[in-house]
């Protein structure tokens, strides 16, 4: 059950503060003994989740762009889920200190969190489930991506080549999906979410 916390700041382990996302505000993650806590940047509207009522927990590793990202997800026997990565979306005046950089890895702050959490969740919930890879639902999306772009290269070129026409924007539109598709391969290699063994992180 999720709870009020008021006072964030009493026995804080493991603080990791990111923003996840452009358009996202700055979060604090934190542990207080078997609680998951969770805040605004200064610390405000804090809560708080009991490791005992966290039925799964997925990590997963995604390339956004050129940068490599890490991701948490925990999922409440509620159903409600929380997501947790190190790719922290700089503001403006630290992108000034970084020069001009949009993103940081919080790597140390996030895996010292994460792990943490897995230890104490395999305390607090046994029956918990740990999982490896993307989601369900984004795996098979990719795989209906994927299936899409070879369909456009194919019928792309057989219509090109039997019409005997080659236009500018046509090739540029088949050549954005044959480059897009190594991207995907990963996501579709692994297979969807696999369990994996917590006593391995």
């Not at 990202?69 to 970084?98: F, M, N, P, V």
């Not at 940081?104 to 230890?119: D, G, N, Q």
């Not at 500018?168 to 996501?187: D, E, K, N, R, S």
Request: charge should be positive; proline fraction near 4%.
């Amino acid at each position: 059950m999720t709870a009020t916390h008021e006072n964030p700041k009493t026995s804080i382990e493991h603080l990791h503060v990111v923003r996840s996302g452009i358009f996202r505000s700055v979060r604090r993650y934190w542990l207080e003994g078997e609680f998951f806590c969770w805040s605004d940047a200064d610390g405000q509207n804090a809560q708080s989740v009991s490791l005992a009522d966290v039925s799964s927990l997925r990590i997963q590793s995604r390339t956004a762009g050129m940068q490599s990202q890490a991701l948490c997800y925990l999922t409440e026997k509620s159903g409600r889920r929380h997501l947790i990565t190190d790719l922290h979306w700089q503001s403006r005046a630290e992108r000034k200190e970084s020069a001009g950089a949009r993103h940081a890895l919080r790597s140390l702050s996030y895996w010292e969190l994460v792990s943490t959490i897995i230890r104490r969740l395999r305390l607090a919930n046994p029956d918990a489930l740990y999982l490896k890879g993307p989601s369900k639902i984004e795996w098979i999306s990719t795989i209906v991506v994927a299936i899409a772009s070879v369909l456009i290269v194919v019928i792309g070129l057989y219509l090109m080549i039997s019409e005997q026409t080659y236009p500018f924007h046509v090739i540029g539109f088949i050549a954005m999906a044959a480059v897009y598709l190594p991207l995907l391969w990963p996501t579709i290699e692994s297979g969807g979410p696999k369990p994996f063994d917590p006593e391995s992180i």
